[in-house]
């Protein structure tokens, strides 16, 4: 088993910045990835960003260029610090781990943070 507690979600200006961390505990050695979904309201929840254990990063167009992913191993931790924000980031950001067992990939989910972009 895996837990995931996310924090740094808020309110923000558009043009503003946040910073979320997902700390990860539990059969950590399990992980291979990690990464960061987001669901609007109406919505389905979509990728942001993921990264590997080997420093590998993938992100959403709308995303590239105004979000980093970043990982510190050692603290079990996932960073998305998110730039340049704008209403249509507004969503629930769910905080995801994989963990390969064997031939299986189970996916974990933290509660999630509200990220509201608004005047």
């Known amino acids: 088993q895996v837990q995931l507690v996310e924090s740094g979600g808020g309110l923000v200006q558009p043009g503003g910045s946040l910073r979320l961390s997902c700390a990860a505990s539990?059969?950590?050695?399990?992980?291979?990835?990690m990464g960061w979904y987001r669901q609007a309201t109406g919505k389905q929840r979509e990728l942001v960003a993921t990264?590997?254990?080997?420093?590998?990063?993938n992100y959403a167009d709308s995303v590239k260029d105004r979000f980093t992913i970043s990982r510190d191993n050692a603290r079990n931790t996932v960073y998305l610090q998110m730039n340049s924000l704008t209403p249509e980031d507004t969503a629930v950001y769910y905080c995801?781990?994989?963990?390969?067992?064997?031939?299986?990939?189970?996916?974990?989910w933290g509660q999630g943070t509200q990220v509201t972009v608004s005047l």
């Open positions: 995801n781990a994989a963990a390969r067992i064997i031939t299986t990939t189970i996916n974990y």
């Open positions: 539990g059969s950590t050695f399990l992980i291979s990835a």
């Open positions: 990264i590997s254990n080997g420093g590998s990063t």
